[in-house]
């Protein structure tokens, strides 16, 4: 089992829908980020979360650190969200490990007009 | 610099010779992160550095690769006997602070192809 699931793998949208991203992982973190990958290939961090909630325009990011669960929210979604959404989690569990990261697979968008 | 920058942005070489690429982190960040990323696929942790020490290099696929970062600022990823399974997309990212508290800048990458 991948110590990072994310859910979907793809997925595809009418433009305007609601949009919810799934990341759950296994072990003790410090961190988790949620990343956004172009075609292009360029990465970037949308969020990092330690605890609760964070929002930036149309993006919504949650985390439950009991549940070992986060999701990514995009409202009203536009053909421009379309990328890979990828959830990484900094390790936070001690010894020669912590702060590593550890990716999720991605989830593939495609939202289309 | 502003952002993190690395080079090559791109390296063919042949099978067998030994390739180096560089990640420029931005300045006074702590951490540096070194993963690859296979076409379609998504990212593979490699290594970490908090300033100068690689705090873990499990992720380092065999030990043709290695890394280092002697001034604990720029840092240098090597791979001897390259083989055609090596060829990815190497990226690194920085943050400011050690721990899970900094948030993460990536650079470019660097596109290696193995023939």
């Known amino acids: 089992k991948n110590e990072v699931e994310q859910s979907p793998q793809n997925l595809t949208a009418q433009e305007g829908e609601f949009i919810t991203i799934n990341c759950s992982y296994s072990?003790?973190?410090?961190?988790l980020h949620w990343l956004q990958q172009h075609p292009g290939g360029g990465i970037v961090s949308l969020f990092m979360?330690?605890?609760g909630k964070k929002k930036h325009g149309r993006l919504i990011a949650t985390i439950n650190i009991q549940e070992k669960h986060s999701s990514l929210h995009i409202t009203a979604s536009h053909p421009r969200d379309s990328a890979v959404y990828i959830c990484a989690v900094r390790y936070g569990g001690g010894g020669g490990s912590q702060g590593n990261l550890i990716f999720g697979k991605g989830t593939k968008l495609s939202v289309k007009p | 610099g502003a952002g993190v920058s690395q080079s090559p942005r791109y390296k063919v070489t042949k099978r067998g010779q030994d390739v180096a690429l560089r990640c420029d982190p931005i300045s006074g960040h702590v951490s540096l992160y070194w993963y690859r990323q296979a076409l379609g696929q998504g990212p593979e942790f490699l290594t970490y550095?908090?300033?100068?020490?690689?705090?873990?290099k499990s992720g380092l696929p065999n030990d043709r690769f290695s890394a280092e970062r002697p001034e604990g600022s720029i840092s240098t990823l090597t791979i001897q006997r390259t083989e055609q399974r090596d060829s990815a997309m190497y990226r690194c990212a920085s943050s400011l602070w050690t721990g899970g508290t900094g948030e993460l800048f990536f650079g470019e990458g660097s596109r290696l192809t193995v023939l």
């Open positions: 550095f908090n300033y100068e020490a690689q705090q873990d």
């Open positions: 979360l330690s605890s």
């Open positions: 072990v003790g973190i410090s961190a």
